[in-house]
């Protein structure tokens, strides 16, 4: 499942196409045909936290076809892809109390790791129904993913009920492919295609089954962890505003350039070249929330110009002196003065 970057564009986390490799057992002859016609290297794949635009990974997922010959490779990659391959988001379904827990988990976290395909749970008088909105074209590479969403999905569940499933059925949004066929081999279920909406269909009570994996402590601390990723994905997008977000939640520091970059996981000079593309400077952005603190500082009645100073983190009093004559054109004793008479 993959993720939408600031700019509400889908992007896929390197993991992806890394397991992927794996699944085909590719050596680095075979990872450099993978990644044939993208701008990534085999070291690229080793990286955490890398995200790749969709355009790569179509081209990524064209060639894995090609080169393995399968077009059920989604189906095949899927149902061998472990829930700890979707990070914070799969710990927290492999932990979850119960199948009906593990969905509603997967409903509201779905942008952290799966902003292409969006869960739905819908419950019925005799059955439980998780709807799968894909957000992708349905062509190959987009059959490919719901495929293994499919297959993931189902897999867990067997791990949950058992390889036992009663009742369950999937059904298709798409025509049936050349290879339908080998869909109830890996979704161990009848597959029913040409349907409104794609969907796995259970009896309503195996969403209140206990899941023998669940673990309490476990799921809090992925649950917490998933919490963190919303929100800091819905943070500002730019870099100035992130940088700007940064310096403005830990007052009383002043940050140099490297310390903003490496606490980002940056070098100062990549940093510098991102703020440079926004028209804007790192010390530009510094200075502007340094003022901003100040002045609201000064406007309080009982801060000195001194307690103003140290608390924005200078060491020397002198030096905050300086620095806000420059921003405001005049010395911090003569704007409090003047604040008090207007």
Not at 12 to 22: E, I, Q, S, V
Not at 32 to 57: M, S, V
Not at 165 to 192: I, M, N
Not at 238 to 263: D, F, K, M, Y
Request: hydrophobic share 40%; glycine share 6%.
């Amino acid at each position: 499942m993959i993720a939408q970057d600031a700019n509400n564009k889908v992007v896929f986390p390197t993991a992806y196409t890394r397991t992927l490799a794996r699944e085909q057992g590719l050596d680095h002859k075979g990872q450099l045909l993978l990644l044939k016609g993208t701008r990534l290297a085999p070291a690229d794949l080793l990286e955490l936290n890398k995200y790749i635009d969709a355009e790569t990974q179509a081209v990524i997922v064209r060639n894995a076809l090609q080169l393995s010959g399968n077009p059920a490779l989604g189906l095949r990659w899927g149902a061998n892809l472990h829930l700890a391959a979707h990070g914070p988001l799969g710990t927290l379904i492999a932990s979850s109390p119960t199948l009906g827990h593990a969905w509603k988990a997967t409903e509201k976290f779905h942008d952290i790791r799966g902003g292409f395909a969006r869960m739905e749970g819908h419950i019925a008088s005799d059955h439980f129904a998780v709807i799968i909105n894909m957000g992708i074209a349905l062509d190959e590479v987009g059959r490919f993913f719901c495929e293994a969403v499919l297959a993931t999905m189902v897999n867990h569940l067997g791990m949950i009920i058992g390889n036992s499933k009663p009742a369950l059925r999937v059904e298709l949004a798409y025509s049936a492919p050349a290879y339908a066929d080998q869909y109830p081999e890996f979704l161990h279920a009848p597959c029913l295609f040409g349907k409104p909406k794609t969907k796995i269909v259970i009896p309503h009570g195996l969403a209140l089954m206990q899941n023998p994996m669940a673990d309490p402590e476990t799921h809090a601390m992925a649950l917490a962890r998933c919490e963190q990723l919303l929100l800091e994905q819905r943070r500002p997008s730019s870099w100035a505003a992130r940088v700007t977000e940064l310096l403005r939640s830990n007052p009383g520091q002043i940050w140099t350039c490297e310390q903003v970059a490496s606490h980002f996981h940056l070098s100062s000079r990549t940093l510098m070249r991102y703020l440079r593309d926004e028209h804007t400077s790192y010390q530009t952005l510094r200075d502007s929330e340094l003022a901003r603190q100040a002045k609201l500082s000064l406007l309080v009645s009982n801060n000195t110009v001194e307690s103003v100073a140290l608390s924005l983190g200078y060491q020397e009093v002198s030096n905050f002196r300086r620095a806000f004559k420059r921003w405001f054109g005049m010395s911090p004793q003569a704007f409090i003065e003047q604040s008090r008479v207007n």
